[in-house]
């Protein structure tokens, strides 16, 4: 059977690396339809050796589609998912706009697969947060096993997750910088190139950003867990992409450290890249850009507590952080439910 996808906010940061894996996958697609503001209709795009006209979203008729990937922003979803379910196109929502409804599915295929089943109650599933993401398939493993009470986690965040406007913004000031030129600013507060801001996503009344608090809420209803605590802190470094994060847990009940090297090395979508006296650690750049594992590397027990863990958690936030997460949504939809 062939599948008619749609691809909303084709032409962005997301949505050209989803047309990409939807190829790669060889997802068994029927018709492509690539759908974008009036500012990119007409763009030409290859997809399987074929030419496909981006369409804009205002006028398409969501009648003829299968399954929506959308990743257009909240306000486009807030929009359209509703309209496309209501037309029978099953949404795999890449924004944060319907996380955290009691009756949308937030789905992490190796961590909860089985929440896909709700779908059915609005047509919609929704992708969690790409620093989430990452974070939960290197802790399921050891959450199975042993428990795990609390996580402190400090994220080092590429560009890439602002859309591609960001990603230009930090080559724009590199150079300017390295030009001798003071740099414009643009998509974040402050300059990004050489800097780093502790500010990911707006402030909120607690004095947490909103993307720290996605990591709270995400956390505890992918794992089905409302007991877990979190305490984030999210940061915006200038890297183009990949994700990395310093996570700190601890656990119910003890554990040993090459017991828990031996889980990760075994657990579905885990790479363990952890080699101190090589000086094998996973990096952003030269690893996970481009590739679809989560990395760990750094396990250690904490020297401050005895059920302590540190991680080093490392991944392509496009690809596991969003599109390929959403098409592995897709995969299990149409295997155990269209
Ligand atoms: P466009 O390229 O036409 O602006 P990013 O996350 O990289 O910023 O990309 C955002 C994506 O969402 C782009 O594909 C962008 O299309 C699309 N988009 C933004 N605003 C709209 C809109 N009003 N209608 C449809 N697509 C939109």
Avoid at 72 to 91: L, M
Avoid at 99 to 119: F, K, M, S
Avoid at 160 to 181: C, F, N, W, Y
Wanted: a negative charge.
């Amino acid at each position: 059977t062939l599948y008619n996808v749609a691809i909303v906010g084709a032409t962005g940061a997301v949505g050209v690396v989803m047309r990409e894996i939807l190829e790669q996958r060889k997802f068994p697609v029927g018709e492509l339809y690539l759908l974008a503001s009036e500012r990119s209709a007409g763009e030409e795009v290859s997809f399987a050796g074929k030419t496909i006209q981006v369409q804009d979203l205002k006028d398409f008729d969501f009648n003829k589609v299968d399954i929506g990937l959308f990743s257009a922003g909240g306000s486009i979803s807030r929009e359209y998912a509703p309209k496309a379910a209501a037309c029978g196109c099953v949404v795999i929502d890449n924004t944060s706009e319907f996380r955290y409804d009691e009756d949308i599915p937030l789905v992490v295929p190796e961590v909860n697969p089985d929440a896909i089943a709700q779908y059915t109650s609005r047509g919609i599933i929704a992708n969690p947060n790409c620093s989430t993401i990452q974070m939960v398939v290197a802790l399921k493993p050891i959450a199975d096993r042993i428990g795990i009470e609390r996580i402190n986690v400090c994220t080092y965040q590429a560009v890439s997750g602002s859309g591609k406007e960001a990603v230009d913004e930090l080559a724009r000031q590199t150079t300017q910088l390295l030009s001798g030129q003071s740099p414009t600013i643009e998509v974040y507060p402050h300059q990004i190139a050489f800097n780093v801001l502790p500010h990911i996503d707006v402030f909120q009344e607690n004095g947490y950003t909103k993307e720290e608090m996605k990591m709270v809420w995400e956390t505890q209803k992918i794992m089905g867990d409302k007991s877990i605590r979190v305490n984030p802190t999210a940061v915006r470094v200038p890297v183009f992409y990949g994700h990395s994060e310093a996570v700190h847990i601890e656990t119910k009940q003890s554990f040993e450290v090459s017991d828990v090297r031996m889980w990760l090395q075994e657990a579905p979508g885990v790479e363990v890249l952890d080699e101190p006296k090589e000086n094998q650690y996973a990096q952003p750049t030269v690893h996970a850009a481009g590739q679809d594992p989560v990395f760990v590397s750094r396990i250690r027990r904490d020297i401050s507590h005895d059920r302590g863990l540190n991680l080093w958690v490392v991944s392509d936030n496009v690809r596991k952080g969003a599109a390929l997460n959403s098409v592995q949504i897709a995969e299990l939809l149409i295997r155990d439910y269209l």
